[in-house]
């Protein structure tokens, strides 16, 4: 297969080979021109070293990036390219940076140390795809694999933990056996992580296509960076207008709506102030009163740790706060006030929100929509 690359990547890979080094793309923009996907960026790996490169790249813009990682970016018609030496990482010792990086002439050694088979493929027009892990079966078969032993891969960078769910969640695949497992077992690791990288890859995994499926087979990892998801676990509404548990609720919500980071977000936290409320009346029926307003302060504990921009943390709290607001429809005459005080699109997210909240209710409550 021959890959359309963009016309500043083959001018950087054919510069470096016409200099006698050898240059690939590489990682994610491999695996998505396999998938039929456009990659959002394009990296580049070479046998050049950093010296080597500026060399080869006198007549650009060279930036010192990541010089002793063998990181240069490259500046060409206007767009930065980073280009890295194949390396070998040293020991890590904090669960996500290796101590040392070693350079090397072998491609294989750079490709191994990689993440997942599907991340671990190179091209270039010269050799074509190369792929020593078997990736692009992997793709075929849409399964996310640890390259080597998942126990050492996840040890090196916790961080890869969230990132094959997120990659499982975006592609709609599955997490092959033993990867799964090992990322199970090895979760606490999880606490080594910065809140900012753990909330860049959360929100993206609630955006994919297979974030139900992904956050119900793998619960406990959510629970290790969200603990306050731990009591919704099996936690029956033990109410008619709900046939699912808190935590399956709210799964279902997440799932029924876009596939936008606010919108995503809030219906993963609209619910989660519901086992702290929980009450049964003398019919054993168990109500929720309150529960926006606790839901609401869970989220803005989990936002503040979770070190989101203030922009994004007020409207998750708009959302969660007022998600249960239906007196929107009850009474008509109130709507002009609500658009004078939540603006249009405001109004227009709540409803979107109250929908998907509907739709993971009871079937026989889902008359309820027609209102929206």
């Not at 060279?62 to 390396?87: A, Q, S």
């Not at 491609?107 to 078997?134: E, H, I, P, Q």
């Not at 990867?179 to 990288?197: P, W, Y």
């Not at 619960?219 to 603990?227: D, G, R, S, T």
Request: aromatic fraction near 8%.
């Amino acid at each position: 297969m021959t890959m359309d690359m963009p016309k500043n990547v083959d001018t950087a890979i054919n510069l470096l080979q016409s200099a006698g080094f050898e240059a690939y793309a590489v990682g994610g923009c491999v695996r998505d021109s396999l998938l039929g996907k456009i990659p959002n960026d394009w990296d580049i790996t070479t046998s050049a070293k950093p010296e080597d490169m500026k060399s080869v790249f006198a007549d650009f813009h060279c930036i010192d990036t990541g010089i002793k990682h063998g990181t240069v970016t490259v500046v060409i018609d206007g767009e930065p390219l980073e280009i890295t030496t194949f390396r070998l990482d040293g020991e890590y010792e904090d669960n996500r940076h290796p101590k040392s990086v070693t350079f090397t002439a072998d491609l294989g050694a750079d490709l191994g140390r990689r993440d997942f088979t599907v991340n671990a493929m190179a091209y270039s027009k010269k050799t074509g795809t190369v792929d020593l892990f078997d990736g692009q079966n992997d793709l075929k078969n849409k399964i996310i694999r640890c390259v080597g032993d998942p126990d050492r891969r996840f040890n090196e960078d916790a961080l890869r933990i969230l990132r094959a769910l997120r990659f499982a969640s975006a592609l709609d695949f599955e997490i092959e056996e033993k990867t799964a497992q090992s990322l199970l077992k090895n979760r606490a690791l999880l606490g080594n992580i910065s809140e900012e990288r753990i909330a860049k890859e959360l929100l993206k995994l609630v955006c994919g296509k297979g974030a139900k499926r992904i956050l119900t087979d793998f619960a406990p990892v959510l629970f290790e960076i969200l603990p306050e998801f731990q009591p919704m676990y099996k936690n029956s509404h033990d109410n008619p207008h709900h046939c699912h548990d808190i935590y399956e609720h709210t799964l279902i919500a997440v799932e029924s709506i876009d596939s936008e980071p606010t919108l995503r977000f809030a219906m993963l936290l609209h619910d989660c102030g519901k086992p702290a409320v929980k009450k049964f009346d003398e019919n054993g029926v168990a109500h929720f009163y309150g529960h926006q307003r606790i839901s609401a302060e869970i989220s803005a504990q989990i936002l503040a740790r979770l070190k989101v921009s203030n922009k994004f943390r007020d409207e998750i709290l708009f959302l969660v706060s007022n998600h249960d607001r239906w007196e929107l429809y009850e009474n008509t005459e109130k709507m002009p006030r609500y658009l004078s005080k939540f603006g249009l699109d405001g109004v227009l997210k709540l409803l979107k929100v109250m929908r998907a909240d509907v739709l993971a209710q009871s079937p026989e409550y889902r008359y309820r929509l027609d209102q929206i």
